[in-house]
């Protein structure tokens, strides 16, 4: 299902509500199309925002998978942006690189103006997104990566580029349960495939952990609370919770603990 599409057949429901991309690949996309598209999306959700995220995406898909060139990822987002961007704030843009070429002009359908986020990992592509978008969107990323990596570089990017400071989008599974052990054995299992890219490898080696289990959230609604007050210390700005369980009692309590704390403004 395409996201960007979807969103615009919710004109009519949660006002207020901020609707996002985690994330949209690049490699497949012209950026005049993703530029076209969001705008017409960001016109059919009216004044509620929308955040555009994207993200490279990984060797594996782009090459075997979809028989593209992953050559220059870097080179390749740089020159995506430098496209991207101009077209959502004004609807024109005359550039020429070396991944991307664009001298075009359109009608943008609204005056809003979607944000734009990166999915960074990397060192490198931390440094982009801090230096030219509005925060990156993270998976599968534990805290002290978060506090000892990936904030400190993205907002050291944003400082020498006179930016704001950037928003750090934090995605986990998390679960309210009695049996963390279980739930933790169940993620791994249905999220083992993060702990082979290489990408979100390193960053459970940088964490520290050996599986994608050992990132999630799990536990009683005390220690949830806590884990969660813990990524904002560590310079979460927004988490977006991936309600995960083995039980429906798991799947209901998590839904209640993440509304109260919504509720609560915690």
Known sequence: MDALTSFTTLADVGPGMEFGTAVIPTFQRH???????????????????LVLGIGLSHRPVIEDMLGLSFEKPVRHLIDYLEVLQPLLET???????????????????????????????????????????????????????????????????????????????????VCV??????????????????????????????????????????????????????LAEAGVTDFAAVEFGTAANESSATRALLKDLIRTGV
Do not use: K
Request: charged share 20%; with cysteine; glycine share 10%.
């Open 177 to 230: 349960t009695s049996d963390p052990d279980a739930v933790r054995g169940a993620a791994d299992q249905v999220f083992e495939i993060y702990g082979q890219l290489p990408s979100y490898r390193a960053m459970l080696d940088r964490e520290g952990v050996a599986g994608p289990g050992d990132v999630g959230i799990f536990g009683t609604e005390e220690e949830v609370a806590a884990s969660l007050a813990s």
């Open 91 to 173: 609807g024109a843009v005359s550039y020429a690189g070396d991944a991307f070429t664009a001298h075009f002009a359109g009608t943008r359908p609204t005056e809003r103006r979607p944000s734009v986020m990166v999915a960074a990992l990397g060192e490198q592509v931390l440094r982009v997104a801090g230096r030219r978008t509005d925060g990156t969107i993270l998976w599968m990323v534990g805290r002290n990566t978060v506090a000892e990596h990936i904030a400190p570089r993205m907002n050291e990017a944003a400082t020498e580029a006179g930016r704001a400071t950037p928003r750090i989008v934090c995605s986990l599974p």
């Open 31 to 49: 950026p005049t199309s993703l530029a076209s598209q969001a705008l017409t999306t960001a016109a059919a959700l009216g004044n509620r925002p």
